[in-house]
C-alpha cells in the first residue's frame, strides 16, 4: 500500500519534471505572441513610450507590459480603414504567394505522381535530383536565378519571384512521399478498367494523395508568405513588395501601424496553421521519412 | 501472306508503339516541372559554374582567378569561419534540445500534444513580427536591457557584441525545435514496443534503453533531419537580416550577408565562384550523408 502510493507520487513527480522544460520552452512562444496581440491594441502614445527606447531611439529602456494601460481598436482600425498602403502590401503579398503555391501544386503533383508511382528508366537519378535541389539553400541559386530572370526580361516583375518559386523541389519531394501510400493493386484495377494514366492520376491519385498535396501547400504558404531574401533579390520597385520586406522599415516611424500590421500579417499563417496543422505536421513526417 | 502479316505483325507493331508511349507517360508527367527547374535552376546554375571561371563580362577565360579572390577575400573568410561556427553549433544544439523536448512529449502522452503545437507556431509567425520583437527585446535600451538594470545587473548589448552570435542560435532552435520534434516524434515511434520489452525483460534501466534501443532506432532518422536541419539554417538570415540589417556585428556576418552584398554590387564573377564553392561545400557534406542514411535501411 505504502509502496504504490510512492510510485504514485514518483509518477506525478516525474510528469512535472517532464512538463517543466516543455512548460518553458512554450512560454518563449507564448509570451511573444501575446506580446504581439497586445502591441495591437496599445495606443500610440503608450507605445511610444514604452517601446520607443528599442524602436525610436529615445531616452531610458524599452518596457513591454503585459497587458496595455488602457487597450484600444484604434490602431487597427486606423490600419484597416485609413492605410491604403497597407492594403497595396498585404496585397502584394497575396500576389506573390497565392500564384507561387497553386502553380507549385499543379506542376507538382504529375511529377510526384510520376516519380513515386509510375516505372520508368532514370527514375532514381531523378529522386536524387530533386532531393539535391531540395537541399540547396537559396543563396546558392540566387545568382543563377538572378541571371535566368535577367535574361528572360523577368527582373523587377512579381514573375521574377512567382516562377522560380513554382518550379522549386521542395514540394515535389513532399508530394512524392504523400502518393508513395497509393497501394498499387488499386492502380493495376484501374488500368484493367481502362483508366489512361492521367485519369488514374485525376480519380484515383489526388483523392487518395490529398494529405500529401495539403502538406506541400501548407508548407508552400507558410515559406512564401515569410520569404525575405527572393523578394530583396528580384524586386527593386518598392511599390511591388510584399508586407514582408516592408514591415520593418517603417516600424521606426510608423510604430502603430507596424505593430497591427504584424498581427494583421501572423492571422492567415494563423489559420492556415489552425485549420491545417495536421498536415503540416504530416508533411514535416514525410520530409523525414526513408524511401 | 498477307492475312498472315495483319494477323502476326501488325498486332507486335501496333502493342511496341503503345509501350513507347506508355513509356513516355512519366517523363510527360515530369515534364513541366522538369522544364522550369531547368530553365530556372539548373541550366543557369551551369552558367554559373561556367561564369565562376570567366571575368566579369562573361566572355574570357581566367582559369581560378575568381576562386583565389574568392578565398583571399577577407569579407569571404569571416563569414565562412561565422557561417561554420553557426552550424556546428546550432545544428547539434537543435538536434538534441528537439529530441530531448519529442521524447518528453511523448513520455507524458495525451494533453503534451499542446507543446507539439506549441512549438511548431513560431513556423507561422511572420518573420517581420519576430524581427519588431526582436528589436524591442534585445536593443542595448530594449526590454531585457531594461530588467537587467533594474535588477542591478550589467547590460548586454545584444545586437551589438558577440552575444549577436547566441541570439542568432536561439532564435534558430526557437523556430526550428517544433519542426525537429515534429521528425523525432515520427522516428520514436517507428521503434517497435518490442524492442523496449525485450531491453527490459534484459534487466536495462531507463539509461540503457535510452543508448542501446532509443538511439540506434532514431539513428535512421537523424540524417535528413540533420539535413533539413542544416537548409533551415540557411533561413535564419532572415531574422539576422531584419534585426541587424546589412552589415551586423562581426559575429554574426554570415555567407548569406555576404552574398546578398555581393549580389547588389552585382559582383557577378566572385558571387558564381562562391556558389559553387558553397554548393560543393554543402554537397560535400550532405552527399555522403544521404548515403549513409540509404545504407542505414
Not at chain 1, 230 to 244: E, G, I
Request: with cysteine.
Amino acid at each position: 500500500m505504502k509502496n504504490k502510493k510512492m510510485t504514485h507520487s514518483f509518477q506525478r513527480l516525474r510528469r512535472v519534471f517532464l512538463a517543466l522544460p516543455l512548460l518553458l520552452a512554450s512560454l518563449t512562444v507564448w509570451l511573444p505572441l501575446w506580446w504581439m496581440a497586445m502591441g495591437a491594441l496599445t495606443p500610440l502614445d503608450e507605445l511610444t513610450a514604452t517601446l520607443g527606447p528599442a524602436l525610436m531611439g529615445r531616452e531610458g529602456y524599452a518596457l513591454w507590459p503585459l497587458l496595455p494601460s488602457w487597450p484600444t481598436l484604434s490602431p487597427l482600425v486606423e490600419l484597416l480603414l485609413d492605410t491604403p498602403e497597407f492594403f497595396a502590401m498585404f496585397w502584394n503579398t497575396c500576389v506573390l504567394v497565392l500564384p507561387q503555391v497553386l502553380g507549385q501544386l499543379l506542376v507538382g503533383i504529375p511529377a510526384a505522381w510520376a516519380l513515386s508511382r509510375l516505372r520508368f528508366r532514370g527514375q532514381g537519378a531523378l529522386k536524387t535530383l530533386y532531393l539535391v535541389l531540395m537541399l540547396l539553400p537559396f543563396q546558392v541559386t540566387m545568382v543563377s536565378a538572378y541571371l535566368a530572370a535577367d535574361r528572360l526580361g523577368l527582373l523587377d516583375t512579381v514573375w521574377a519571384v512567382i516562377l522560380p518559386g513554382i518550379f522549386g523541389a521542395f514540394p515535389v519531394f513532399i508530394m512524392t512521399k504523400g502518393f508513395d501510400v497509393v497501394p498499387a493493386a488499386l492502380l493495376e484495377a484501374a488500368s484493367l478498367d481502362g483508366a489512361g494514366p492521367l485519369g488514374t492520376l485525376v480519380r484515383i491519385g489526388v483523392p487518395l494523395g490529398m494529405p500529401g498535396v495539403l502538406s506541400a501547400a501548407v508548407l508552400g504558404f507558410l515559406e512564401a508568405w515569410n520569404a525575405i531574401e527572393q523578394p530583396m533579390a528580384f524586386l527593386q520597385t518598392k511599390a511591388l513588395w510584399p508586407l514582408s520586406l516592408y514591415l520593418p522599415q517603417i516600424a521606426a516611424q510608423r510604430l502603430g501601424l507596424a505593430m497591427s500590421a504584424s498581427l494583421v500579417m501572423l492571422a492567415p499563417a494563423a489559420l492556415i496553421f489552425r485549420f491545417g496543422q495536421q498536415y503540416l505536421t504530416l508533411g514535416i513526417q514525410s520530409s523525414g521519412l526513408k524511401e | 501472306m498477307s492475312g498472315k502479316s495483319r494477323l502476326f505483325y501488325k498486332p507486335r507493331k501496333a502493342g511496341r508503339t503503345r509501350k513507347s508511349a506508355r513509356a513516355a507517360v512519366p517523363w510527360l508527367f515530369c515534364a513541366p516541372s522538369l522544364l522550369g527547374l531547368g530553365i530556372f535552376t539548373l541550366f543557369p546554375f551551369l552558367d554559373a559554374v561556367r561564369r565562376g571561371f570567366t571575368d566579369a563580362m562573361g566572355a574570357r577565360f581566367v582559369g581560378l582567378k575568381n576562386f583565389a579572390s574568392v578565398l583571399e577575400n577577407a569579407a569571404f573568410r569571416l563569414a565562412a569561419a561565422n557561417t561554420a561556427r553557426f552550424l556546428a553549433v546550432c545544428v547539434p544544439l537543435l538536434l538534441a534540445v528537439s529530441l530531448l523536448m519529442a521524447l518528453a512529449v511523448r513520455a507524458l502522452a495525451g494533453a503534451a500534444r499542446v507543446f507539439e503545437t506549441t512549438l511548431l507556431l513560431p513556423m507561422a509567425v511572420p518573420v517581420a513580427g519576430i524581427a519588431l520583437l526582436w528589436q524591442a527585446l534585445f536593443h542595448k535600451s530594449g526590454v531585457i536591457n531594461g530588467a537587467l538594470s533594474a535588477l542591478g545587473l550589467e547590460t548586454v548589448d545584444f545586437m551589438g557584441s558577440g552575444a549577436a552570435f547566441w541570439v542568432l542560435v536561439g532564435t534558430y532552435v526557437w523556430k526550428n525545435v517544433g519542426y525537429n520534434m515534429v521528425l523525432w516524434i515520427a522516428g520514436l515511434d517507428a521503434i517497435p514496443d518490442s524492442l523496449y520489452e525485450a531491453a527490459r525483460v534484459d534487466g536495462a534501466g531507463v539509461w540503457r534503453c535510452f543508448w542501446c534501443v532509443t538511439l540506434p532506432g532514431v539513428l535512421p532518422t537523424l540524417f535528413l533531419t540533420a539535413a533539413l536541419s542544416l537548409l533551415n539554417a540557411c533561413k535564419v538570415f532572415r531574422e539576422a537580416y531584419l534585426v541587424g540589417g546589412a552589415y551586423p556585428h562581426d559575429s554574426i556576418y554570415l555567407l548569406q550577408h555576404l552574398f546578398n552584398n555581393w549580389f547588389r554590387e552585382l559582383d557577378v564573377g566572385r558571387l558564381c565562384a562562391a556558389a559553387v564553392l558553397l554548393a560543393a561545400a554543402l554537397l560535400g557534406v550532405l552527399l555522403p550523408m544521404q548515403k549513409l542514411w540509404g545504407d542505414a535501411e
